[in-house]
C-alpha cells in the first residue's frame, strides 16, 4: 500500500519466520523489491528505513483499513517503510513467467483458526527470535487493537 509519496507498508502475516521484523527492530534498513516477469525487463527497489507496527500498537488502527481486503486472522504485524532511495535497474536476467491465479490455501488455513490458535501457534513457532538471536514477533501475540 503507497501511503504518501514517500512511505510504503505492507501486512506481514503468520506461517514464515520473523526474520524482517527481528532485523528493522535490530536497524531499521530494508530493502523492497519487485520484478516485472512480463512485459519490459525491469526491476523496481525500494531502499530505506522500516518500522513493524505491531497488534497492540495505536497506529495499528489507523494503518490497517488500507488493508481492508487483505487483512485476516493471520496478520501480525504492517510493516512500514519510508523511502531514502527508489531505483530502477535492467531485469534482462529475469525469466518470463505467467501469472495464473492467487493460491487460497494459507487464507483458508489461517481463516480456520481462532485469535487465541493463532497466537498458540505463533508462540510454538521460532518467531520470537531470529535465526542469530535477535528478538522478533513480541510474544505473547499482542491481541489488536481495532
Known amino acids: 500500500m503507497v501511503l504518501d509519496e514517500a512511505t510504503v507498508a505492507y501486512l506481514d502475516f503468520g506461517g514464515s519466520g520473523a526474520e524482517t521484523i527481528a532485523h528493522l527492530r535490530e536497524n531499521g534498513r530494508i530493502t523492497l523489491m519487485w520484478c516485472a516477469f512480463d512485459g519490459p525487463p525491469t526491476i523496481l527497489r525500494v531502499h530505506g528505513r522500516g518500522e513493524p507496527v505491531f497488534r497492540d500498537d495505536p497506529r495499528w488502527a489507523e494503518l490497517i483499513p488500507h488493508f481492508a481486503a487483505a487483512d485476516g486472522p493471520s496478520a501480525r504485524a504492517i510493516i512500514v517503510v519510508r523511502a531514502e532511495r527508489i531505483g530502477d535497474s535492467c531485469g534482462f536476467a529475469v525469466p518470463f513467467m505467467d501469472y495464473r491465479e492467487e493460491r487460497t490455501l494459507h487464507a483458508e488455513h489461517f481463516g480456520r483458526k481462532t485469535d487465541e490458535e493463532f497466537a498458540a501457534y505463533c508462540e510454538s513457532g521460532h518467531v520470537g527470535v531470529?535465526?542469530?538471536?535477535?528478538?522478533?514477533?513480541?510474544?505473547?501475540?499482542?491481541?489488536?487493537?481495532?
Do not use: K
Not at 130 to 136: I, K, N
Open 130 to 146: 531470529s535465526l542469530d538471536g535477535l528478538p522478533a514477533l513480541p510474544l505473547p501475540l499482542p491481541p489488536r487493537t481495532a
